[in-house]
């Protein structure tokens, strides 16, 4: 009998080697599962990423926009942010990618595919509108990638400008023609159809002012007689939504506070145009009381005192604002660059009045920190900085700025000036900073002119007028024709010993034939001038000259005949000028005011003894849309003395485009025999009316009104014996300088006399 305890071993180790055959299964489907579920959890490396489809963009460039890297894991979310970035370049059409398994991990392919790129920009039907003027609107370039998007929005643009010329109804569409190597042509085509004018403009809702006062208010005008010649009648969509704020304006000038309009009805038809504004004038408000937040009693009563905006007056918003701009101009006068006025309304509708209260903000008081020029390649930063109206260290005043940029302005050196401020690191001042553009300043220029007496006449001048960036002025003059010679030079330095002292010399030589008579002159002159004050300088001159008459005819009059020979003339000159121009070459604006009393005589060194007198005036006002109205006077008188008559070189002779157009050179005045002696007195009156051609290159029309002539000793001066005319013209800044032409017609013609009179000259307005 088997022992008990040996069968117990017996089932023991039996039951153990089933135990661990099932721990080693269990064991073994354990990992099996690990393996299984293992897979997705541990995703593949990136060995290598490959980039093809680029044509014009480098792999690189791509590679740099992506996140995913080779030896980094694969991660779908990454690749597919990795596709958004690369479609956001606008570089390409279409962008995938493929996975591709190797050993070890993946290879992934970017696929692309490029946009194409612009090579040409057409229009077509185009017959209206240049095609520079839909170049400067189109965005789109050749060598850019092709944005469709971009595209219409050209579409669009084009539309614009055409319907901001009149036509409405123009349809603009594209074409896109595919090129060789990926590129196309983008043509667009324009169907211009006809320019729709305005036929009536209307207005509903307006019971204080009458249709005939609120069309003189917008721009937006009907079709009119001289249409053709100002563009009247043409429907433009910038300019009636501007009418819209015209009208605003207005009412509001007029005390209709609640005034709104709503955008224009445009009503087409086959015959035009038909516009109608709606308005809501709503009630007018009269100013019951005005008073001042945050002001002293002295400041308050001379605010007071100055404001154009008055109680019991009806509410007027352009007065208030001239009155906040005094205010402003008050406070920036004395150091508070950053005084803010802000205006209060306390209307009451019953009683339809309003209360207005400004509320000042002064702010801090600033001095003046660093002036800081930028721009002048040429010009030398002391010529800038002596025009200024204010220095470092002084208080900060805004209207001295504003007359710093006018003087700067009106050197003549510049193409734009613009005086600013910025910070500067003294919380208590302000840099000024002066920006400027410099223009031409020397000019090399010819003309050519014809007259009955000088038959042709060939001019050419050079003239520095910035001489080394030192303001400085050399000028050689040349005029060479078939009765005359004149040859001159002259320097100027406008700022002598760095004072507002000038001084010049002048030589010249001169030859002209006369009918009667040849006259020669050399001489020269030396010039001093002090500007005492603003925009006012004293001169005086001196004149050394020579001059021989020969060749007198034996049929001139006697008094020519007398002054056969050689004299001398040693003169002395005083002279003022004011001159506030806004610009020497290009005025539009300012007073230009000379007086000068010339003697001469033996006790300076001469054989002449006399007396001029001259008086000059002109003043240039602007109008509307650019235009300026131009006008001037001037006399002259002269006296011999010691019992001799005006040397006949001396005496006043009118006639031509620096006098009284229409008319020959020197053709006017006192005559003996048929010959033109020149007048003891002389009076002359031009009035121009400036209006712009083609603003961007400085291009100016005029038309013109002259009346002028010379007098003889016999003779008073009289308006009866003025000589009329009238023209028309241009004058353009052209590269070689100022350039005039003007086509002249006499008035009352007389008997010899040309029927009108072409004249040019190359030089500064007169």
């Given at each position: 009998?088997?022992?008990?305890?040996?069968?117990?071993?017996?089932?023991?180790?039996?039951?153990?080697?089933?135990?661990?055959?099932?721990?080693?299964?269990?064991?073994?489907?354990?990992?099996?599962?690990?393996?299984?579920?293992?897979?997705?959890?541990?995703?593949?490396?990136?060995?290598?990423?490959?980039?093809?489809?680029?044509?014009?963009?480098?792999?690189?460039?791509?590679?740099?926009?992506?996140?995913?890297?080779?030896?980094?894991?694969?991660?779908p979310r990454t690749v597919r942010e990795d596709i958004r970035t690369i479609m956001k370049t606008g570089y390409f059409r279409h962008v995938t990618v493929e996975e591709l398994a190797v050993s070890g991990g993946v290879h992934l392919?970017?696929?692309?595919?490029?946009?194409?790129?612009?090579?040409?920009?057409?229009?077509?039907?185009?017959?209206?509108?240049?095609?520079?003027?839909?170049?400067?609107?189109?965005?789109?370039?050749?060598?850019?990638?092709?944005?469709?998007?971009?595209?219409?929005?050209?579409?669009?643009?084009?539309?614009?400008?055409?319907?901001?010329?009149?036509?409405?109804?123009?349809?603009?569409?594209?074409?896109?023609?595919?090129?060789?190597?990926?590129?196309?042509?983008?043509?667009?085509?324009?169907?211009?159809?006809?320019?729709?004018?305005?036929?009536?403009?209307?207005?509903?809702?307006?019971?204080?002012?009458?249709?005939?006062?609120?069309?003189?208010?917008?721009?937006?005008?009907?079709?009119?007689?001289?249409?053709?010649?100002?563009?009247?009648?043409?429907?433009?969509?910038?300019?009636?939504?501007?009418?819209?704020?015209?009208?605003?304006?207005?009412?509001?000038?007029?005390?209709?506070?609640?005034?709104?309009?709503?955008?224009?009805?445009?009503?087409?038809?086959?015959?035009?145009?038909?516009?109608?504004?709606?308005?809501?004038?709503?009630?007018?408000?009269?100013?019951?009381?005005?008073?001042?937040?945050?002001?002293?009693?002295?400041?308050?009563?001379?605010?007071?005192?100055?404001?154009?905006?008055?109680?019991?007056?009806?509410?007027?918003?352009?007065?208030?604002?001239?009155?906040?701009?005094?205010?402003?101009?008050?406070?920036?006068?004395?150091?508070?660059?950053?005084?803010?006025?802000?205006?209060?309304?306390?209307?009451?509708?019953?009683?339809?009045?309003?209360?207005?209260?400004?509320?000042?903000?002064?702010?801090?008081?600033?001095?003046?920190?660093?002036?800081?020029?930028?721009?002048?390649?040429?010009?030398?930063?002391?010529?800038?900085?002596?025009?200024?109206?204010?220095?470092?260290?002084?208080?900060?005043?805004?209207?001295?700025?504003?007359?710093?940029?006018?003087?700067?302005?009106?050197?003549?050196?510049?193409?734009?000036?613009?005086?600013?401020?910025?910070?500067?690191?003294?919380?208590?001042?302000?840099?000024?900073?002066?920006?400027?553009?410099?223009?031409?300043?020397?000019?090399?220029?010819?003309?050519?002119?014809?007259?009955?007496?000088?038959?042709?006449?060939?001019?050419?001048?050079?003239?520095?007028?910035?001489?080394?960036?030192?303001?400085?002025?050399?000028?050689?003059?040349?005029?060479?024709?078939?009765?005359?010679?004149?040859?001159?030079?002259?320097?100027?330095?406008?700022?002598?010993?760095?004072?507002?002292?000038?001084?010049?010399?002048?030589?010249?030589?001169?030859?002209?034939?006369?009918?009667?008579?040849?006259?020669?002159?050399?001489?020269?002159?030396?010039?001093?001038?002090?500007?005492?004050?603003?925009?006012?300088?004293?001169?005086?001159?001196?004149?050394?000259?020579?001059?021989?008459?020969?060749?007198?005819?034996?049929?001139?009059?006697?008094?020519?005949?007398?002054?056969?020979?050689?004299?001398?003339?040693?003169?002395?000159?005083?002279?003022?000028?004011?001159?506030?121009?806004?610009?020497?070459?290009?005025?539009?604006?300012?007073?230009?005011?000379?007086?000068?009393?010339?003697?001469?005589?033996?006790?300076?060194?001469?054989?002449?003894?006399?007396?001029?007198?001259?008086?000059?005036?002109?003043?240039?006002?602007?109008?509307?849309?650019?235009?300026?109205?131009?006008?001037?006077?001037?006399?002259?008188?002269?006296?011999?003395?010691?019992?001799?008559?005006?040397?006949?070189?001396?005496?006043?002779?009118?006639?031509?485009?620096?006098?009284?157009?229409?008319?020959?050179?020197?053709?006017?005045?006192?005559?003996?025999?048929?010959?033109?002696?020149?007048?003891?007195?002389?009076?002359?009156?031009?009035?121009?009316?400036?209006?712009?051609?083609?603003?961007?290159?400085?291009?100016?029309?005029?038309?013109?009104?002259?009346?002028?002539?010379?007098?003889?000793?016999?003779?008073?001066?009289?308006?009866?014996?003025?000589?009329?005319?009238?023209?028309?013209?241009?004058?353009?800044?052209?590269?070689?300088?100022?350039?005039?032409?003007?086509?002249?017609?006499?008035?009352?013609?007389?008997?010899?006399?040309?029927?009108?009179?072409?004249?040019?000259?190359?030089?500064?307005?007169?």
């Amino acid at each position: 009998m088997r022992d008990p305890g040996a069968r117990l071993h017996e089932t023991g180790v039996r039951w153990g080697g089933v135990c661990a055959g099932v721990l080693i299964l269990l064991a073994g489907l354990g990992g099996w599962l690990r393996a299984v579920h293992a897979e997705p959890n541990a995703p593949p490396v990136v060995l290598e990423i490959e980039i093809t489809g680029n044509q014009r963009i480098e792999p690189d460039v791509i590679r740099l926009k992506i996140l995913t890297k080779p030896g980094t894991a694969l991660n779908p979310r990454t690749v597919r942010e990795d596709i958004r970035t690369i479609m956001k370049t606008g570089y390409f059409r279409h962008v995938t990618v493929e996975e591709l398994a190797v050993s070890g991990g993946v290879h992934l392919v970017y696929r692309v595919e490029e946009r194409p790129t612009i090579r040409d920009i057409r229009f077509q039907g185009n017959d209206e509108l240049k095609e520079k003027d839909l170049q400067e609107v189109v965005t789109l370039q050749p060598n850019h990638f092709l944005s469709v998007s971009q595209l219409k929005e050209n579409v669009g643009k084009i539309r614009k400008l055409y319907a901001n010329e009149g036509y409405f109804l123009a349809d603009v569409d594209y074409e896109i023609e595919p090129l060789p190597n990926n590129q196309v042509a983008v043509v667009f085509g324009i169907q211009e159809n006809e320019e729709i004018k305005v036929r009536r403009v209307l207005f509903l809702g307006n019971r204080a002012f009458p249709d005939s006062k609120l069309r003189k208010v917008v721009e937006t005008k009907k079709k009119g007689l001289f249409s053709f010649l100002t563009s009247s009648g043409v429907y433009k969509e910038d300019i009636l939504r501007d009418d819209v704020t015209r009208l605003t304006l207005f009412y509001l000038d007029h005390g209709y506070l609640q005034f709104s309009a709503d955008k224009p009805l445009t009503l087409t038809t086959a015959d035009g145009m038909y516009i109608c504004f709606v308005l809501s004038e709503g009630s007018q408000y009269t100013v019951k009381e005005i008073r001042w937040e945050t002001l002293n009693e002295q400041e308050e009563l001379h605010f007071r005192s100055k404001q154009q905006l008055q109680s019991g007056e009806i509410f007027s918003r352009e007065k208030l604002q001239r009155d906040i701009a005094a205010m402003t101009d008050y406070f920036t006068d004395r150091g508070y660059a950053f005084a803010e006025i802000t205006p209060l309304y306390f209307p009451d509708e019953s009683a339809r009045t309003v209360n207005v209260a400004y509320r000042v903000n002064k702010g801090p008081k600033v001095r003046i920190g660093e002036i800081v020029i930028r721009g002048n390649t040429k010009t030398r930063d002391k010529v800038i900085r002596r025009e200024m109206e204010t220095v470092e260290g002084d208080v900060y005043s805004g209207s001295a700025l504003r007359d710093s940029r006018a003087e700067i302005n009106r050197l003549g050196f510049f193409e734009s000036v613009n005086v600013s401020t910025e910070t500067a690191p003294e919380p208590d001042r302000l840099n000024v900073v002066v920006d400027v553009k410099e223009g031409q300043t020397g000019t090399l220029s010819g003309g050519a002119g014809f007259s009955s007496t000088d038959q042709f006449v060939f001019m050419a001048n050079i003239t520095q007028s910035n001489l080394f960036g030192r303001a400085q002025v050399v000028s050689l003059n040349a005029e060479i024709g078939g009765t005359r010679q004149n040859f001159s030079l002259s320097f100027t330095e406008p700022w002598l010993f760095d004072i507002p002292l000038s001084a010049g010399v002048d030589a010249y030589l001169t030859e002209r034939e006369y009918t009667d008579f040849t006259r020669n002159a050399v001489g020269g002159a030396f010039r001093l001038g002090y500007e005492f004050f603003r925009n006012i300088r004293a001169n005086v001159m001196y004149k050394y000259e020579q001059v021989e008459i020969t060749d007198v005819s034996i049929f001139a009059p006697i008094t020519l005949a007398g002054e056969a020979g050689r004299s001398t003339t040693s003169s002395v000159t005083f002279y003022t000028v004011h001159d506030t121009l806004d610009n020497p070459m290009y005025p539009t604006q300012g007073w230009m005011n000379m007086a000068s009393v010339e003697f001469a005589g033996t006790v300076f060194g001469g054989d002449n003894d006399f007396v001029k007198i001259r008086l000059d005036t002109g003043y240039y006002l602007p109008l509307f849309w650019g235009t300026t109205i131009h006008a001037r006077a001037r006399l002259g008188l002269g006296y011999g003395m010691s019992g001799d008559r005006l040397p006949v070189f001396e005496r006043f002779f009118v006639g031509g485009i620096s006098t009284v157009r229409g008319y020959d050179v020197r053709s006017l005045g006192p005559e003996t025999q048929g010959t033109v002696i020149g007048g003891n007195k002389e009076l002359i009156f031009n009035v121009e009316y400036i209006f712009p051609l083609v603003p961007q290159v400085k291009l100016r029309g005029l038309v013109f009104f002259d009346a002028g002539n010379a007098f003889s000793e016999d003779e008073g001066l009289n308006f009866q014996g003025l000589r009329l005319s009238a023209g028309g013209g241009f004058r353009w800044f052209s590269p070689m300088g100022p350039l005039t032409f003007v086509l002249g017609f006499p008035i009352d013609r007389r008997p010899g006399e040309d029927s009108s009179a072409v004249q040019f000259s190359i030089g500064a307005p007169f």
